[in-house]
DNA sequence: CAGCAAGCGGAGCAGGAACTCCGCTTCGTC
DNA sequence: GACGAAGCGGAGTTCCTGCTCCGCTTGCTG
């Protein structure tokens, strides 16, 4: 059955929006480890609303994760659609490495919903479209083709990481960062990789793992 | 002037070292967040007299860190001896994935002494070795050569940390993950990387980023 | 316009982790 | 063996941050 049809009283729902987009923008200035209460002033709110809305500063982490998430499947969907198919890999990760760069909470964001459902909801939403993007370059002979979505994601989560410190100190940094990484992903040029990929449960546990260490890294 | 040439009693001597190797061992098997309380518990020793040799928690990891210092360096020496330069390569970073992988304090370890000193120490010691194994791949025409050794930290820090979580789900990944890592690096495949490479003073201020990310992160 | 449920706010609570303090113990010298 | 300095330990302090509680306020309905 569907849950409380009782629409908000409109100071409440004025209250709420203001919550997100504080949240939003203060993840993104200062990353996710500041505090609930820096939140609530500057949404102008006290942090009694703010709790009664989000019963827990994951479940508000979460609510940011899903509108931003959007902005990331509106990426991978230009991806999906360049006319050259290496293109759309390079401004797939392109795009997820400036967010990176640019957005100090982007790292903790992008990690993963899975604190309110328990299960990585963002990447069922994401990896098909991701997955997309490879395979397309993979059957163009431009992506080398003995790597899956997995090995790109794990990739990106490196590389986002040391993008997100190296930014604050050499801006542009990451574009080297990527140009590296995405030689290594011609295929032209690759060398065969050791092992198999994970598989499409591993990386469901893998994306849990990352959404874990990310949320409780301040 | 060389400072308190009075050397400790006995028993404090063998309760430093126990500290030491509590530490060392409890960082790498829980992490650097590990509480000091517990550190001092698995030494046998009071928090008190843990605090009496180490003022402050960083000033023990500091040592720890110290004391592995030439462990690395010891890796490094060796991928400066290998027949083969690129076979240096493989090895260096190799190793250091491997303990990224395998030792789940590594990251913060690595991340340098800056805490006591405020400079890059370990890295001052290391950079001229890891500069002596690229140069030489890049002499013998096997590594691109519009890299250096910052631009390999980068990549390493980043590595590192989607190490450290994918070890704990698919042990084996990292060599994935460094196979593209290093196909990326070779020489005959390079497409021109963008910019420049962040200059000495660069790496020194990212050394020090980088050592605080790792360290406030639990 | 009256009544009340829904909403508000922020002082305070809880718990976790780094660090301090000080009375007691032990080592090593004379 | 005795004495004092060095060392010990762990209960307690502080600080920080997520979260709760409850008396007051406000929007909505009849």
């Known amino acids: 059955m569907a849950t409380t ?39 102008g709110v006290g942090v009694g609303t703010l709790y009664r809305r989000f019963p827990t500063k994951d479940a508000l982490i979460d609510a ?28 797939l990760l392109g795009g997820l490495l400036e967010r990176h760069a640019t957005d100090r ?31 397309r370059a993979q059957r163009d002979g431009s992506l080398r083709d003995d790597i899956t979505v997995e090995d790109v994601t794990t990739l990106i989560w490196g590389a986002g990481r040391a993008v997100e410190v190296t930014s604050e100190i050499v801006p542009d940094h990451w574009r080297r960062h990527l140009g590296i990484l995405l030689d290594g992903l011609r295929a032209p040029r690759a060398t065969p990789l050791p092992g198999t990929p994970p598989t499409i449960a591993q990386g469901d546990a893998l994306s849990v793992a990352w959404a874990a260490s990310c949320r409780s890294g301040r």
């Open 105 to 135: 909470g982007f790292k903790a964001l992008i990690a993963d919903r899975t604190v309110a459902t328990g299960k990585p909801t963002i990447r069922a939403r994401l990896r098909p479209q991701f997955a997309r993007v490879i395979t």
């Open 5 to 43: 049809p009782v629409p908000l009283r409109r100071d409440a729902q004025r209250n709420l929006e203001r919550i997100l987009d504080a949240a939003q923008e203060a993840f993104a200035a200062d990353g996710i480890e500041i505090g609930v209460d820096e939140i609530a002033r500057r949404a």
């Open 64 to 91: 940011i994760v899903e509108r931003r998430t959007e902005e990331i499947a509106a990426l991978a969907a230009e991806a999906e659609a360049t006319d050259e198919p290496w293109a759309g890999v390079e401004l």
